[in-house]
């Protein structure tokens, strides 16, 4: 992927175009920036906050790397280590957490498919440990694992998140013109699942003369709230969110027009999640030790 640093200008195109809130690095405290002290997790991709702990979170390497999640606090502390086996790391994208009938879970999406060439992703559900202070290695089996095949050919995809209450697990693609929402149960009755294809969203674009649009348009990760009422979606310079309201679909709030917040300026952001509360972004970028930042809310 290109690293090139974004234009201020363009980075105030894409802030206008949705008429957003947030503000640039450092703006009144808007963003507050730590890294996180684990130094196995050099190239965070995914992210998801614990459903056990208020101020804790989880993240893993991308592809190739172990089959490790990482977690840390708001701080960059190291909590821990999942280790998930047997599972493969082809190209793990990102993570989702929910709860079911009391218990939380975590989701591990292995959903990146740069070339575009994979016939099918999949999905690993495992149980979220409980971590004591030792910040030991936790070793484990996914409860489930869901093989995915999209109805119009294979697509690269970074973003995964759950809504348990609907039980669906909804995936954003990257690299369309046009990102595309599709959705599949988060419990299928078999092992291979066809993704209901839900259309594009709307999310702003990079300007035709753009140096580097991939940097505005590729949309590297997704989560939602814990009211499932709003939807973080984060490129490599823009944070989104989306807002439903009483009995609407997330295909029709992903209609509107989002809310801009700005991102520090690290060389790859690609995870992102709502703080327990739901008053803050918590985003990492790849990178040894890992960027991240607090982004407030408005």
């Known amino acids: 992927m290109h690293n090139a640093t974004l234009p201020t200008l363009l980075l105030a195109i894409a802030l206008t175009a949705c008429g957003g809130g947030g503000g640039a690095d450092g703006d009144n405290g808007s963003i507050t920036r730590f890294t996180v002290e684990q130094a196995d997790l050099t190239e965070s991709s995914g992210l998801a906050r614990s459903q056990r702990a208020d101020d804790l979170y989880w993240s893993h390497n991308d592809s190739g790397g172990p089959t490790d999640v990482y977690a840390f606090d708001g701080a960059g502390n190291t909590r821990g280590v999942l280790h998930l086996a047997p599972t493969l790391n082809l190209d793990w994208e990102d993570v989702s957490s929910f709860s079911e009938g009391g218990e ?80 599949v149960p988060l419990h299928p009755t078999s092992l291979i699942v066809s993704a209901e294809a839900l259309g594009e969203i709307n999310i702003p674009r990079a300007p035709a003369d753009a140096e580097s649009p991939e940097r505005i348009n590729w949309v590297t990760s997704m989560d939602f709230d814990a009211e499932r009422r709003r939807a973080a979606v984060v490129t490599l310079t823009q944070a989104y969110v989306y807002t439903r309201g009483d009995g609407e679909s997330w295909a029709d709030a992903f209609q509107r027009a989002p809310s801009a917040y700005a991102l520090p300026d690290d060389p790859q952001i690609e995870a992102i999640a709502f703080s327990a509360d739901g008053q803050e972004l918590l985003v990492t970028s790849e990178g040894s030790p890992t960027p991240a930042a607090h982004l407030a809310l408005d």
């Not at 879970?105 to 740069?114: E, P, R, S």
């Not at 697990?169 to 595309?180: E, T």
């Open 104 to 183: 939380p879970y975590l989701l591990v999406g292995d959903i990146g498919d740069n070339s575009a060439i994979r016939p099918s992703v999949r999905f690993y559900i495992v149980g979220e440990p409980a971590l004591d202070d030792s910040a030991a290695t936790v070793n484990a089996a996914p409860t489930q694992t869901t093989i995915v095949r999209y109805p119009d050919g294979a697509r690269d995809c970074e973003s995964i998140a759950v809504d348990a209450d609907e039980g669906m697990v909804y995936l954003l693609s990257k690299r369309d013109a046009v990102p595309h929402l599709y959705r």
